[in-house]
């Protein structure tokens, strides 16, 4: 069963509400992307540019486009956009097919109602007095003329964070019926108010904290090797004769005798051999860092002014709730 639907009946318009105008541009931007044509979508949101009239406002169409163009949705200038003032909203800037038929063409002066634009696409009174509602406070709404492609299109809304009547009271029973302050609202005294709160995303990117590089040189050192070498040397050994007679020839003046002495000598010689090897790689290691920053959020302030009983209701027992007593 298609979400946002309260029947089964055929319905071919989406709708989604977003909180921010940024939010809502990117969604007319992903729904472009996905091959919805210009003539198929609209947006709708109070102008912040004041009381401006028509399309020929050059400046505050300017304006408008620069906004659209900084929040990264420059495909919303070529929907065409319309400046004018829709009873019970007041200011609005509107694009697409929806502006053309709630502002006319002269003046931009509103020719109906959002109600009884929405009401012209087939969503029912009940629903478009919510949307009506929505835009009032400030919320921004796209519609598309989806077909046969319903479902496609609210799950791209859906995915950038819109919401629509059936799954906004099904997350806060609360705020149902919230276009009907008007009427309802207005008897019952109830009004709602969101809060926001910034939170922090941490992103991890991989950057160079420094590298390593390893390089060969040549030192020189001096080594010594005690290497055994043998040599000869001469003996004498003197013995005392036997006294036996010689003869005249046996004395022979400058007789000598020659003993050649050898000895080992050490010839060095260098090889160079593999001494070590060095093997440089890189391993990944896991680490924890702690990130901070400030963040902002929203709290509702209570303003008490004599004697007046206050009850907090909610899972959050007035978490956020501030409360002044002035007398």
């Given amino acids: 069963m298609r979400k946002g639907k309260t029947t089964s009946s055929q319905r071919s318009t989406v709708v989604g509400?977003?909180?921010?105008?940024?939010?809502?541009?990117?969604?007319?931007a992903e729904l472009k992307r996905l091959g919805f044509r210009d003539d198929q979508i609209s947006l709708i949101g109070?102008?912040?540019?004041?009381?401006?009239?028509?399309?020929?406002?050059?400046?505050?169409?300017?304006?408008?486009?620069?906004?659209?163009?900084?929040?990264?949705?420059?495909?919303?200038?070529?929907?065409?956009?319309?400046?004018?003032?829709?009873?019970?909203?007041?200011?609005?800037?509107?694009?697409?097919?929806?502006?053309?038929?709630?502002?006319?063409?002269?003046?931009?002066?509103?020719?109906?109602?959002?109600?009884?634009?929405?009401?012209?696409?087939g969503i029912p009174e009940h629903e478009a007095k919510y949307y009506e509602g929505e835009v009032k406070a400030g919320r921004y709404l796209v519609t598309v003329s989806a077909a046969d492609r319903y479902d496609e299109?609210?799950?791209?809304?859906?995915?950038?964070?819109?919401?629509?009547?059936?799954?906004?009271?099904?997350?806060?029973?609360?705020?149902?019926?919230?276009?009907?302050?008007?009427?309802?609202?207005a008897a019952t005294g109830e009004r709602t108010m969101k809060l926001h709160e910034e939170k922090l995303h941490a992103r991890k990117q991989p950057v160079q904290t420094g590298e390593a590089r390893v390089r060969k040189e040549v030192v020189t050192e001096h080594k010594t090797l005690d290497v055994p070498v043998t040599r000869e040397e001469i003996v004498?050994?003197?013995?005392?004769?036997?006294?036996?007679?010689?003869?005249?020839?046996?004395?022979?003046?400058?007789?000598?005798?020659?003993?050649?002495?050898?000895?080992?000598?050490?010839?060095?010689?260098?090889?160079?051999?593999?001494?070590?090897?060095?093997?440089?790689?890189?391993?990944?290691?896991?680490?924890?860092?702690?990130?901070?920053?400030?963040?902002?959020?929203?709290?509702a302030r209570v303003e008490q002014k004599g004697d007046v009983d206050i009850h907090t209701k909610g899972t959050a027992r007035g978490a956020g709730v501030k409360r002044n007593k002035s007398r």
């Fill in 17 to 28: 509400v977003f909180n921010s105008h940024d939010e809502a541009a990117r969604a007319v």
């Fill in 46 to 121: 109070k102008s912040e540019e004041g009381d401006v009239r028509g399309e020929g406002n050059k400046a505050a169409a300017g304006a408008a486009t620069g906004a659209a163009v900084g929040a990264g949705a420059a495909a919303l200038a070529s929907l065409g956009m319309s400046f004018g003032v829709i009873p019970v909203i007041g200011p609005v800037l509107a694009i697409g097919p929806l502006a053309a038929a709630l502002l006319s063409a002269a003046g931009g002066a509103a020719a109906g109602g959002l109600v009884g634009g929405l009401i012209g696409l």
């Fill in 153 to 185: 299109a609210w799950a791209a809304l859906q995915r950038l964070g819109a919401y629509n009547h059936e799954t906004a009271a099904a997350a806060c029973p609360t705020t149902q019926g919230a276009a009907a302050h008007t009427s309802a609202g």
């Fill in 236 to 299: 004498i050994e003197r013995r005392p004769a036997s006294g036996q007679a010689a003869s005249s020839t046996d004395i022979r003046p400058g007789e000598e005798v020659r003993i050649p002495v050898r000895e080992e000598q050490v010839r060095v010689d260098k090889e160079a051999v593999v001494k070590e090897e060095v093997h440089v790689g890189k391993r990944k290691v896991q680490d924890t860092k702690r990130v901070g920053g400030t963040v902002r959020k929203e709290e």
